[in-house]
């Protein structure tokens, strides 16, 4: 399985933007690039996810580096809400449902 | 629509017992997948199940095991356990692979497990 790698903790001052980054330098060309967080005291949650251009929703957007080596997660605000562990996962193109989670990134959000 | 419920929320059990613990995921996903976390692994998978059979398997022994019924609400099972298995035991629903790269997960909230 391909590899991702982030940084472990990120800090954030409230509504300022935050940009996660992670490298994945192994991955095919049929990955996608999956994000998810986990709130405190909370399951997962799916944020947003892409396979080679930008994307943008409601929770946030994912910028992807033109080579897929890497990409980021771009909080445009954060709030206090967003404080969580956020993870960025691979997932080939007939991926059924088994996701492999890295260590993931701790966000701290500072008022 | 309800979300993922998983059923005990909280369970103490001792080394050499078995324990089952369940899930129901959202109405009309067929997909249950079920993961361990704890502090020093993480989270890792452990099985997903879809339309009552296996699909995929993580690299877990074999007292871990899982099965899906009809409706599918997903159990799994660890028998013989051990310290190592104290963990929250989170599964997650998703439906038909809509979209290339795999659908959407929905997770609940997580059985907390303890082994004394």
């Known amino acids: 399985d391909a590899k991702t790698t982030q940084p472990n903790s990120m800090e954030s001052n409230e509504e300022e933007p935050v940009h996660l980054p992670c490298n994945h330098s192994t991955i095919s060309g049929t990955d996608y690039i999956h994000w998810y967080r986990q709130l405190p005291s909370q399951g997962p949650e799916y944020v947003i996810h892409?396979?080679?251009s930008n994307v943008n929703n409601r929770m946030a957007s994912l910028a992807i580096a033109e080579d897929r080596k890497s990409s980021t997660l771009i909080l445009h605000r954060a709030t206090l809400r967003d404080a969580a562990v956020y993870y960025c996962?691979?997932?080939?193109?007939?991926?059924?449902?088994?996701?492999?989670f890295g260590a993931g990134t701790r966000l701290t959000v500072k008022p | 629509k309800a979300g993922v419920t998983q059923t005990p929320r909280y369970l103490i059990k001792t080394r050499g017992q078995q324990v089952t613990l369940s899930c129901s995921p959202i109405?009309?996903?067929?997909?249950v997948s079920w993961y361990q976390q704890t502090p020093g692994q993480g989270l890792q998978f452990l099985f997903e199940y879809f339309s009552e059979t296996q699909r995929n398997k993580g690299n877990f022994p074999g007292r871990f095991s899982g099965r899906q019924f009809s409706n599918s609400r997903s159990e799994m099972n660890v028998s013989t356990l051990e310290l190592g298995d104290s963990a929250l035991y989170l599964c997650a629903s998703g439906g038909l692979a809509a979209s290339p790269g795999g659908s959407e997960q929905f997770f609940g909230p997580g059985t907390r497990l303890t082994v004394l």
């Open positions: 109405s009309g996903h067929r997909s």
């Open positions: 892409g396979l080679t």
């Open positions: 996962i691979l997932r080939a193109f007939n991926n059924n449902n088994d996701m492999r």
